[in-house]
């Protein structure tokens, strides 16, 4: 998750479904455990445990389970009642809808984010009131500094949904 700390990669068989780097599917996956992606598919991806992608992998459709995480391109939306990563090699083009969310320096996210603030507060006038978020993240280089290119910047826009009552 952060440097110098490396995260174990799950075994194989903690998944119920697993799609190796030539399986190609069209259609629906609906699963009560967790489902891991290395080839290429169309359609939606449905888990109530994780789904990972795998680096190389491609879908073109949405993901809804517990925890997220995506090492290849998606291009569909995300929902995620846990957590939420894109690694380096992980490219996003959607938008999501989850609880937490990282994204390794590399990784790209093209889209609108909506962080679950169930329980985030935040104090205005004395007030204390509920303030759902919106966040947009560009990790595109910014051409118009002299830095240096190889290094992408993070650039991100935060917005409240609702306006706090006077």
């Given amino acids: 998750m952060f440097k110098g700390v490396k995260k174990e ?10 799609l190796g780097k030539t399986a190609e599917f069209t259609g629906s996956i ?12 169309v359609g939606n991806v449905i888990s109530k445990g994780d789904v990972l992608m795998g680096v190389g992998s491609k879908l073109e459709g949405n993901i809804e389970a517990n925890n997220i995480e995506i090492s290849g391109e998606v291009h569909g939306n995300i929902k995620a009642t846990g957590a939420f990563r894109i690694y380096e090699s992980g490219v996003l083009f959607g ?3 989850v609880s937490s969310f990282v994204i390794d320096e590399g990784g790209v996210f093209e889209g609108e984010c909506h ?8 104090t205005l006038s004395s007030k204390t009131i509920d303030l759902p978020l919106k966040a947009n993240f560009d990790t595109k280089p910014d051409a118009t500094k002299n830095e240096d290119k190889s ?3 993070l650039n991100a826009t935060i917005q409240s949904e609702k306006k706090p009552s006077a």
């Fill in 115 to 122: 962080i679950n603030t169930k329980g985030l507060k935040q």
């Fill in 9 to 18: 990669q799950p075994s194989p068989s903690s998944f119920d479904v697993l």
């Fill in 151 to 153: 290094k992408n910047n």
């Fill in 30 to 41: 609906t699963c009560e455990g967790s489902i891991r992606i290395d080839g290429k598919g």
């Fill in 95 to 97: 938008d999501i809808n």
